[in-house]
């Protein structure tokens, strides 16, 4: 079974340091671009972070800049996220999901984010 | 960065109503669109990629058409477990950008 489990969410004082990591199983890891998604209470999706097969391409949104970074380990099937100096505007559930490239017969094809984790919650409080 | 402006952001409907969403890109992202259907406490689930390509799974009354910069998401008769919020996303460009969502409500 093709799965995504994310771990290491918490509570965490302003400014404060947290690292979230996603386990991958039933598909060959080293593949796939891998991406992080959050949700804040009650907001919308917020895509923030992709990373290519050997973790040498990685794309931020500009809200997590200079402050987040992403990484994987293909030895151990397993994404990471870097937080640094967190704020309260950080506090959301946070998503790792499978990026793949994918067509249609047309020749019309797109990103997609085809496999996703159950999410990981991270708040940020004193 | 290219901004995803859907709409409307919430609708209340009937079991069996057509249902139409739409989304606009603030510049061209071909057919770069794909549609989420997310439920609440679970994550989201890929429904159209492509802008019209039904995921492996996805029912057939679920459709989407359209080219940058607009597009549809269309359910064609809605149904109970149809009740949920929709997102659209461009994946042309980094930063990838989400709509801001419809809530699709029991009327």
């Known amino acids: 079974e093709v799965q995504l489990v994310e771990s290491g969410g918490g509570l965490v004082q302003p400014g404060g340091s947290l690292r979230l990591s996603c386990a991958a199983s039933?598909?060959?890891?080293?593949?796939?671009?891998m991406s992080w998604v959050r949700q804040a209470p009650g907001k919308g999706l917020e895509w923030v972070a992709n990373?290519?097969?050997?973790?040498?391409?990685?794309y931020y949104v500009d809200s997590v800049k200079g402050r987040f970074t992403i990484s994987r380990d293909n030895a151990r099937n397993s994404l990471y996220l870097q937080m640094n100096s967190l704020t309260a505007e950080d506090t959301a559930v946070y998503y790792c999901?499978?990026?793949?490239?994918?067509?249609?017969?047309?020749?019309?094809?797109?990103?997609?984010?085809?496999?996703w984790g159950q999410g990981t919650t991270v708040t940020v409080s004193s | 960065d290219i901004q995803m402006t859907q709409s409307p952001s919430s609708l209340s409907a009937s079991v069996g109503d057509r249902v139409t969403i739409t989304c606009r890109a603030s510049?061209?992202?071909?057919?770069?669109l794909n549609w989420y259907q997310q439920k609440p406490g679970k994550a989201p689930k890929l429904l159209i990629y492509a802008a019209s390509s039904l995921q492996s799974g996805v029912p057939s009354r679920f459709s989407g058409s359209g080219s940058g910069p607009d597009f549809t998401l269309t359910i064609s008769s809605l149904q109970p477990e149809d009740f949920a919020t929709y997102y659209c996303q461009q994946s042309y460009s980094a930063p990838w950008a989400f709509g801001q969502g419809t809530k699709v409500e029991i009327k």
């Open positions: 510049q061209s992202i071909t057919n770069y």
């Open positions: 990373i290519n097969q050997d973790g040498g391409e990685k």
């Open positions: 039933g598909f060959t890891f080293s593949s796939y671009w």
């Open positions: 999901a499978r990026a793949t490239h994918r067509g249609n017969s047309y020749g019309q094809s797109s990103w997609v984010m085809d496999v």
